[in-house]
């Protein structure tokens, strides 16, 4: 049974007024969260991820041009606050997100300047240890200004941690590794990847609850591409690329996130620009429906988390320094707004640590 008390963490950029990572407590029982309050002092922590056991939360520096580094911090759970434990290199330019996995013995990051993939081992503490594993992705695709060469989004590790999960928009591909946890590497699968249609600009990915299906929002193409998973083999297949937008919808948009809920029912996924979330329904056989888009009341809505329960969802909107708490229809998948909205400059990643 989920937890009703929850620390929720924030990443961001701090180009504006922010300053590193912030925290707030939720009641999932009210849906009441308290004011953010900065947890840890750091640039541009755009992404962070939490370890499996709850005592340690780890984030990017996303810089561009100069440190590109992973940072690991311990969790004070009574007070909500972090304490840096060490910086180690993300061997890339501009770390753009990150994972542990399931059994938090290794964590990996993928860098988006550079379009390669590291993995690192953590230390029983909690620290990183340098890179034991490093892919340096290669080739390009047909957009000369966003896809010149590769760019790694996201890294995702499968439910039972044999495979790790890459979107590059820069290849329009989603590799698919070998994972070893234990050791922290990470070798080519066979076939090494599943390809999206030209231009499409792969970004992030999610398994559905039952690990049947996996689902990959397209940032250029505002789709999201359905694939069967083959867990024994890691193999993904295509079965269906539909729209994030409402038909006829001619704006400039790029889509970022894309989430199952935890009844397996539906599926969300942010569109930047349009400025909204596209809900859809999930077929038995993993296809997509869509069916509305919802106003995030805010504009460029990033990375948006459901709290474990699956009653609550907080979209962050990067440009109007929000984040919005929406109540989750759990029979329908429909969002209301609770009217509660957290400021705090450029939000960019939500998640939920259960106390």
């Known amino acids: ?33 308290t004011e953010p309050q900065l947890a840890a002092e750091m640039s541009n922590p755009s992404f962070v991820a939490l370890h499996p056991n709850g005592k340690n939360l780890y984030a990017v520096s996303e810089m561009g041009a100069g440190a590109n580094n992973v940072t690991a ?22 770390p753009c997100h990150l994972n542990v996995d399931w059994s938090g013995r290794a964590l990996a990051v993928a860098n988006y300047g550079s379009g390669s993939v590291a993995v690192m081992a953590l230390k029983p503490d909690g620290s990183l240890t340098e890179p034991a594993s490093f892919i340096q992705h290669k ?12 760019h790694a989004h996201s890294v995702n590790i499968s ?5 790790l999960i890459v979107g590059d928009l820069g290849l329009d591909e989603v590799l698919v590794y070998k994972f070893d946890a234990a050791t922290a590497t990470i070798t080519p699968n066979n076939p090494p990847f599943a390809k999206v249609k030209p231009g499409s600009g792969p970004r992030h990915f999610t398994f559905h609850p039952s690990g049947k299906y996996g689902y990959v929002i397209n940032e250029m193409a505002s789709t999201v591409t359905a694939f069967t998973w083959d867990g024994a083999r890691g193999v993904l297949k295509e079965i269906q690329t539909i729209s994030t937008l409402p038909d006829g919808y001619k704006g400039d948009t790029t889509t970022a996130e894309v989430v199952a809920h ?16 596209a809900l859809f329904a999930i077929a038995a056989n993993g296809t997509l429906r869509r069916m509305e888009n919802i106003p995030t009341q805010g504009r460029i809505p990033r990375n948006f988390a459901i709290d474990p329960t699956g009653k609550w969802l907080f979209a962050a909107n990067q440009e109007s320094d929000n984040v919005v708490i929406f109540s989750v229809d759990g029979n329908t998948g429909h969002l209301t707004a609770t009217g509660q909205q957290l400021k705090m400059g450029s939000p960019v990643c939500v998640r939920f640590l259960a106390l």
């Open 159 to 163: 439910k039972d941690n044999r495979f």
């Open 73 to 94: 911090f311990a969790i004070d759970r009574s007070s909500g606050k972090l304490r840096k434990l060490n910086t180690v290199s993300s061997k890339g330019t501009m």
């Open 1 to 33: 049974m989920a937890s009703n008390n929850y620390i929720v963490y924030y990443g961001d950029y701090t180009q504006k007024s922010s300053k590193g990572i912030y925290y707030d407590r939720f009641d999932a029982a009210t849906g009441k969260a």
């Open 262 to 277: 935890p009844n397996g029912k539906f599926l969300y996924g942010s569109n930047r620009g349009h400025d909204s979330l």
């Open 139 to 150: 080739g390009k695709s047909v957009d000369p200004q966003r896809q010149e060469g590769p």
